[in-house]
């Protein structure tokens, strides 16, 4: 016979803000964890996929062939301040399970966190267990775990708990000759030891998916220097790196995780949010870094696979019945967002500025989303309306992706990455969009003259040593030298500007060599705009149109000039590049036609410095 349902409520006065406690206590994975939860079981796509907005989960139990099937409903949530979930078990001691967290401002300052949790057992024993469970053994559990994130949120630091080394068998001294390699293959050593003391006492969620932008920004370090730590550790088997591809709407990983480029499959399903999508290499596809198990066994356990900190660009999740209002206020970043539903195509833009709206009405009624984008302030009130009768997952996104993320298009374009791992590529045949991307091409003026005026042996000196200078200069500004044609060089950028300094500064050191060292002048022309990344010659690469564009333009380039297509030109960086330069450039406009383009007048720069 059913009991009554039973209720329990905890509360902590915290030092830390909600905005501050919110990435630790919303990561209900870590929760989950850390209060002494059983891990999910690893269940087959069909046990994890959504069945209308819910999901079928299974809990591990220290007993064997004995498990807790579940469904559990789609969270809700309000940035920073409150969640909450509802999960119903088929077992025959309980039957539902809800829990809410509310994260309130203090006046004083501080958080005022409040836990509830509402349990209803099937019968007097399942009513026992849960007094002893949630009554007796949890309390304990969740005060530790929460006072341990107030103290990490108070000092803006990483969740790492343990107090000693927990490494493999011989990886201590394995770890200790990593950081000597480490050093002589030049790695700054403070970096490097900061890298071995989190291999040895990171915390296993932490360590499961290293991001290294992220430490880089902890660290207030330049991010390419922890990029390149974690790919040399990598090189040398202090590290794993693992490719993700990411879902457009979720982003989440899911368990398409590869080892190897020829892992990642460009056509995906997300089964959280039941879509196929095709990963583009610009946004959707992360590089992300794991302790190799010779050094530390980082275990990739699951115990929640929901929650708010599992989608963090989302900062409201809400469910509304048929014919139901709510009205919700999240603490908003500025910036663009989407506010869209799970069952309607499209969404409505906005966009948070100070001077925004603090009062929005949205009705769902089924008809199509207003096109305009709307202003919002930071601290809105939003009052959502389901006029539908179907009950309406309410989503507000950040359309912007991870300023922390490390994707294959930048990866791609780093000279490091390049040359420690060359083997790298691509399943056969398969073409990947890397978004917007500069190309440059160079060449050595008169090179063939030299080889006749001072032999093949020293012009093929001078040849390579050019080599070098391109390389460091490209280097220094992020890009990657892709291949070389003879004396030539294709070589890839993120950003415009930094395919202009390259080659400004190559350039200018080839000109003026240390004395007795013959002068080279070189031409170069580049271009921006979107590319696809291929496999050619077991390599990577790139084609499509601005490839061409841009091979096309070095042929009007003459000695020490540069030729830029328009896009480029007035890229803003490029433009103020150019303005303070002042007279130290001149700039020169043109028009010319390219082979193959069915005769298109395309306008183009021209950049040379004074002399």
């Not at 999740?317 to 506010?339: A, W």
């Not at 400004?504 to 004395?515: G, S, T, Y």
């Amino acid at each position: 016979m059913p009991t009554k349902e039973l209720h329990y409520q905890w509360e902590w006065q915290l030092q830390s803000e909600p905005l501050a406690i919110w990435p630790f206590f919303a990561d209900t994975n870590r929760v989950n964890r850390d209060t002494g939860l059983f891990p999910l079981a690893q269940r087959d796509r069909e046990e994890g996929e959504r069945v209308a907005g819910r999901r079928r989960l299974r809990y591990h139990l220290p007993v064997p062939y004995l498990h807790l099937d579940y469904e559990e409903e789609p969270f809700e949530w309000i940035f920073p301040y409150r969640y909450g979930v509802v999960r119903h078990f088929s077992n025959k001691l309980v039957s539902t399970f809800r829990v809410s967290a509310e994260m309130n401002p203090r006046l004083e300052g501080g958080t005022h966190l409040v836990y509830q949790s509402w349990i209803q057992p099937r019968n007097v024993l399942g009513a026992m267990g849960v007094a002893l469970a949630i009554g007796k053994i949890a309390p304990r559990r969740f005060d530790k775990a929460i006072r341990a994130y107030d103290r990490l949120a108070v000092t803006a630091a990483l969740p790492v708990f343990a107090d000693v080394a927990q490494l493999a068998s011989g990886g201590s001294e394995r770890l200790a000759q990593m950081q000597a390699t480490l050093v002589a293959r030049g790695m700054e050593p403070t970096l490097v030891a900061r890298l071995a003391e989190l291999i040895q006492r990171g915390d296993e969620f932490t360590l499961s998916r290293l991001r290294p932008y992220q430490f880089a920004d902890l660290w207030s370090v330049e991010r390419k220097k922890v990029l390149e730590l974690f790919l040399e550790a990598t090189r040398i088997g202090l590290l794993d790196f693992q490719w993700e591809v990411l879902c457009p709407m979720c982003r989440g990983a899911e368990d398409r995780v590869g080892a190897h480029l020829s892992d990642v499959h460009t056509e995906a399903h997300c089964f959280t949010c039941n879509i196929d999508f095709r990963a583009n290499f610009e946004n959707a596809v992360e590089l992300t870094f794991t302790p190799n198990p010779a050094i530390r066994d980082v275990p990739r356990l699951d115990f929640c696979v929901a929650g708010p900190e599992v989608t963090p660009h989302i900062v409201v999740q809400q469910t509304l019945p048929p014919d139901h209002q709510r009205l919700v206020m999240p603490l908003l970043e500025p910036g663009r967002y989407r506010l869209r539903t799970m069952a309607q195509p499209g969404g409505q833009y906005l966009r948070v500025v100070d001077n925004g709206r603090d009062h929005l009405p949205i009705v769902l009624d089924g008809r199509d989303w207003p096109t305009d984008e709307l202003p919002l302030a930071p601290m809105p009130r939003l009052e959502l309306a389901n006029e539908t009768p179907e009950a309406q997952m309410v989503i507000l996104e950040r359309t912007a992706w991870s300023d922390q993320a490390t994707t294959a298009a930048e990866v791609f374009a780093l000279q490091r990455f390049r040359d420690l791992f060359a083997n790298e590529a691509l399943r056969p045949g398969e073409q990947i969009g890397v978004g917007s991307l500069t190309v440059l091409f160079t060449d050595l003026v008169d090179s063939t003259r030299m080889y006749r005026e001072i032999g093949d042996a020293p012009a093929f000196g001078l040849v390579m040593n050019h080599f070098d200078v391109l390389r460091a200069a490209i280097d220094a500004e992020q890009g990657a030298i892709v291949k070389t044609i003879g004396d030539a060089v294709m070589a890839v950028f993120r950003r415009p500007i930094a395919a202009l300094r390259a080659i400004q500064k190559a350039q200018e050191q080839l000109a003026n060599p240390p004395e007795g060292i013959r002068p080279l002048q070189l031409k170069a022309a580049a271009h921006t705009g979107h590319s696809i990344a291929v496999t050619l010659n077991e390599r990577l690469d790139y084609f499509g149109t601005t490839i061409n564009i841009a091979s096309r333009l070095e042929k009007f380039a003459r000695a020490n000039e540069i030729i830029v297509s328009d896009n480029l030109y007035h890229d803003p960086e490029v433009q103020a590049f150019l303005q303070s330069a002042g007279g130290a450039l001149t700039i020169e406009e043109f028009d010319e036609m390219l082979k193959g383009f069915d005769n298109e007048n395309f306008h183009l720069w021209r950049i040379t410095a004074r002399v």
